[in-house]
């Protein structure tokens, strides 16, 4: 068997050659600012409002690449310009990120969703290291502590929920927490970024994580018991194994090896629940007793979930040279590349129903943007090419 | 060609015979009252929520078939026992009806959906006829003269939107009030019901009909323009098509031919443009413009746009004779008895994808109760037989 080395220059010629040229070519609105992400599937603009997520992970996207890929003057310029416009139109008088503006960015939707904070910290604190500017650090510094403080009750006055009678908490924050400690940890004195950690890895290995399922739930009681309703069943399989490459990195910078290992075996146990074993590709969601879940969207095959699955593999390959994770990879490898790319009018599509056709023929939209595929790609590369 | 009087039995037997002794079997919480709502294929249950929408829906439709059909006491016990959960648990300190309750009766999410309110004040207006009850009645009266009160401002504190942005208005009320304007005229002043029904009948026919498109858009302007923004392109071909009974009814008690053929052609353009010409079945979402919609479940086929449509049809074509809505009546009667009900267990599924096989394999969940098949089965079979 080769090893997934050979895989590597597949991943850099995608990302090179056509995902960040796609985005570069028709994302850019150089009327209004920012980036229009609702591109169809030639690339062409459908709808022209702005989401904060999108907005900030292609800020993120571009800087990142800048600052560990290569100094490119045209990629500092293009996450400037969305910076640019983030900074004049995203934020609520309070200093929290709304959700979605309009194209010239008058505020749409109330700052509700805390990953829209999430993810200005992201992309902020990645400009910051491109460019030195102190008001971008700050703006990353100031939204993070704002997120900590909010942590606990992240919906706020948004929430429909009466929180008393069925507490529960999501996965997402810690989740995402994980990885935004180390994004700006250039920012953060060292012993909250070791705090964080600490609770990050807690809340995500032994709070979420179900060791009679074998699986991590999306939604637990406070006191991390499981709740037997909709919320409390759903399994979210994407998310979970997203998470633990997540927790490979930390494992790896804290020399943990058994932690590491974990995140391995929780990643090998999600894909076995959750592969389609009929048509293949991973269940979008599922309910952990086998009900029916909510989401009718749940037997779709999603572009982030089989992205983010191919990075945890290819980390749990390399750091522990598992033969499992290098099956799993080849099996995800070969369905990912199979069905999501599009070979005639670039980039990849984001949605496919359960039989792995094409659902959406959109290129970005209100959910997908300048993100998962083109971080998926290098951090596969990169991951691949030091095997 | 038979005249639809034909199938006329079919949709008698299977309300009959088959979907109410489901209900009655399966669902009663004979333990902490109301109704279980989630049933799986053979009818067992798999979560225990109670609803507002749907336990009041199904207090509903018992009682409205002791009132219209037969005198049942085993009808009127059921719709009491769902009614007596409603009273004692369903209602916030002021007068607004929960979204949903604990199996026992707390409330665990707030009243954020103003239709729980309109599906209450249907339950305790159809109760009220069958019981004689002042407080079932005035029950009623008072929960429309709240919806009133909110109907321009729905949501409320509830709502997400920075509403000076981009103000849109929703079909969804205004159709539904159509109906309840009727349902409850024996409480209302006559006055205010044919009022009502005015302003709906404009809203409906006049303010969300896009005559451009031929067709009814979910959501518009507030004075009635199109908004080139997802919500604002987004197609709902179930519920136009509901609301074109609901104005057929209105129509034939004001004897206006005009407004009932204008009916008829907006339930026949809808199906048209929403009828899926390679697998068969009405799409649940479209968007006006041919863009991707937000919604990924766009492309399923879901048991109430079918039964809503084969009313309109029936309806239709009772009142006009039009030969088209005899002809899309046998299309969407062949369509729909062959893929929704379930010959081995009973009842009906909700949920199928786009190629017709079942999605979900429940009988009743978070939005599927005991209201549509058995309304859409008594009304067939009332328009039916009269032919």
Not at 22 to 48: E, H, I
Not at 308 to 334: D, M, N
Request: hydrophobic share 40%.
């Amino acid at each position: 068997m080769p090893t997934l080395a050979t895989y590597a220059p597949q991943y850099r010629d995608a990302l090179l050659n056509d995902v960040l040229p796609f985005w570069q070519k028709y994302s850019p609105d150089r009327a209004a600012g920012g980036y229009f992400t609702c591109l169809d599937r030639r690339g062409q603009v459908y709808d022209t409002d702005k989401f904060i997520w999108l907005q900030a992970r292609q800020v993120w996207t571009f800087a990142m690449l800048y600052n560990r890929l290569e100094a490119r003057p045209d990629w500092l310029e293009l996450a400037r310009h969305g910076a640019d416009f983030l900074q004049r139109y995203g934020q609520a008088a309070d200093g929290s990120w709304y959700f979605s503006l309009t194209r010239a960015g008058k505020p749409l939707v109330q700052p509700y969703n805390i990953f829209s904070d999430c993810f200005a910290t992201m992309a902020f604190g990645q400009l910051s290291l491109a460019t030195g500017s102190e008001a971008q650090a700050e703006l990353a510094q100031s939204t993070f502590h704002q997120i900590l403080a909010r942590r606990h009750n992240p919906k706020g006055t948004w929430s429909k929920a009466v929180a008393s009678t069925r507490p529960l908490k999501n996965f997402a924050l810690p989740m995402i927490l994980c990885n935004l400690a180390l994004e700006i940890e250039h920012l953060l004195d060292p012993a909250l970024v070791e705090s964080t950690i600490d609770e990050c890895i807690h809340e995500v290995m032994e709070v979420f994580y179900d060791p009679a399922l074998g699986l991590i739930r999306e939604n637990v009681t406070p006191d991390g018991q499981p709740s037997d309703s909709f919320e409390g069943r759903l399994l979210n399989p994407g998310h979970a194994i997203e998470a633990m490459w997540f927790i490979m990195d930390l494992a790896e910078r804290r020399h943990n090896r058994p932690l590491l290992h974990r995140a391995v075996d929780i990643t090998l146990q999600t894909l076995d629940y959750a592969w389609d074993a009929e048509y293949g590709g991973l269940y979008y969601f599922l309910d952990a007793h086998g009900h029916p879940p909510q989401q009718l969207e749940w037997d779709q095959k999603l572009w982030w979930v089989h992205l983010e699955t191919l990075i945890s593999l290819a980390k749990g390959y390399q750091l522990t040279g598992r033969p499992e994770c290098q099956a799993w990879f080849e099996k995800v490898h070969s369905y990912t590349w199979s069905h999501f790319p599009d070979p005639e009018q670039g980039e990849w599509y984001g949605y496919l129903n359960r039989r792995g056709e094409v659902l959406l023929p959109l290129k970005g939209g209100k959910w997908k943007g300048c993100y998962h595929v083109p971080r998926g790609l290098y951090q596969c590369w990169q991951v691949l090419e030091g095997q």
